[in-house]
């Protein structure tokens, strides 16, 4: 297998849109200098969202989304199986650019979850992503997007990873890469919650919750920089250094073509929580496809897509069907047109071709 390390051409090519856009500490402390990250091994991190051994995945439809956040974590079991009391919790959002949702993650659903998060007496929390590289800085993207009011707002931590220090990680399963450097602010807190949108990607098919992890880690990495033809074997590879706690998915606006920053634009007003990376994203995948899709994503099985396909290999979550539960809550008023939609869910993650 070819595996190109470190391609010129996108290196190259990077650096001189920095420069010409007048980023030039972006261009030489992110791309050329490499940083001193301190090794780490992280402890593994057990899905507490399980019912009889299978990872549970709510998926609650409405308007009023502190409702449908609190109903969805509150069908897997509740934020007390996390233990939550008195920890810090960082919240990672997808902020890849200046644009607003499905863009980026529903500033809404980052307020609510502060709200839901202080109600059960967490004691710190962050609001932490770096932006794709041609879209730095962050903080700029996140007021364009948003989120920073949201932040500024509820009085919220916000970090900006590319401004702060790595760790690294051994990933010794990896074909692609063997380490992994990290923001240190994922290993500084006790819990993680992934925040991702559901959208499709035109590099790597889609974005969900295993892309989502991307945005913390050092520039150097991006899949492009390591892989182009590998992108999603990649992303799955990277996901190796960390475990979310909690994954809850945008599904308010979804890119069901295009993306990630500008697409066809679908809106089934969802949000899907699971504490399994995998289940969150054939179940995302399957929500796209119920709605057409990309002919990449809808003419393929949900987990034949290779980010699926190389997690699994990973050992990253769930491998198959029989592994995980959806459990289903409609607190709007178009009941028929839910239950439809969920049967749709149901016969794409069913579907293992």
């Known amino acids: 297998m070819r595996v190109v390390r470190y391609p010129l051409f996108y290196v190259i090519g990077i650096s001189l849109f920095l420069i010409l856009n007048f980023r030039w500490r972006y261009t030489f402390k992110l791309l050329f200098l490499r940083p001193r990250a301190k090794k780490i091994h992280p402890k593994p991190i057990s899905n507490v969202y399980k019912n009889d051994d299978k990872a549970i995945v709510s998926i609650v439809q409405g308007e009023d989304i502190y409702a449908m956040l609190k109903e969805g974590i509150e069908l897997l079991g509740g934020l007390q199986r996390l233990e939550i009391q008195d920890k810090s919790v960082l919240i990672k959002p997808n902020i890849v650019n200046r644009y607003p949702s499905p863009a980026n993650t529903n500033p809404l659903i980052i307020k609510y979850l502060v709200k839901l998060l202080r109600e059960h007496g967490v004691s710190k929390m962050l609001v932490g992503d770096m932006s794709a590289i041609f879209a730095l800085p962050t903080r700029k993207n996140a007021m364009k997007s948003g989120i920073w009011e949201v932040v500024q707002t509820e009085e919220v931590m916000f970090v900006s990873f590319e401004d702060h220090g790595w760790v690294e990680v051994d990933i010794p399963q990896g074909r692609f890469v063997k380490k992994a ?173």
């Not at 390591?226 to 809850?248: G, K, R, S």
């Not at 054939?282 to 119920?290: N, Q, T």
């Open 181 to 353: 450097m990290v923001s240190e602010f994922i290993y500084a807190v006790d819990i993680v919650i992934n925040v991702p949108v559901i959208k499709t990607h035109n590099y790597t098919n889609y974005t969900i919750a295993l892309k989502n992890f991307i945005g913390a880690i050092h520039p150097q990495q991006r899949p492009y920089f390591i892989a182009p033809d590998f992108w999603d074997e990649v992303i799955a590879e990277l996901n190796v250094a960390y475990t979310p706690h909690l994954n809850i998915l945008d599904g308010t606006k979804i890119f069901v073509k295009g993306g990630p920053t500008k697409g066809t634009v679908a809106t089934p007003n969802l949000i899907i929580a699971t504490g399994d990376r995998i289940a969150a994203d054939v179940v995302g995948l399957s929500l796209i496809k119920a709605f057409g899709g990309e002919k990449k994503i809808s003419n393929k099985g949900v987990w034949e897509q290779q980010q699926v396909k190389r997690a699994v290999e990973l050992h990253l979550g769930v491998s198959n069907p029989g592994e995980l539960e959806i459990v289903p809550k409609c607190l709007g008023k178009d009941k028929s047109n839910f239950e439809e939609l969920i049967q749709k869910i149901h016969h794409h993650v069913n579907k293992e071709k």
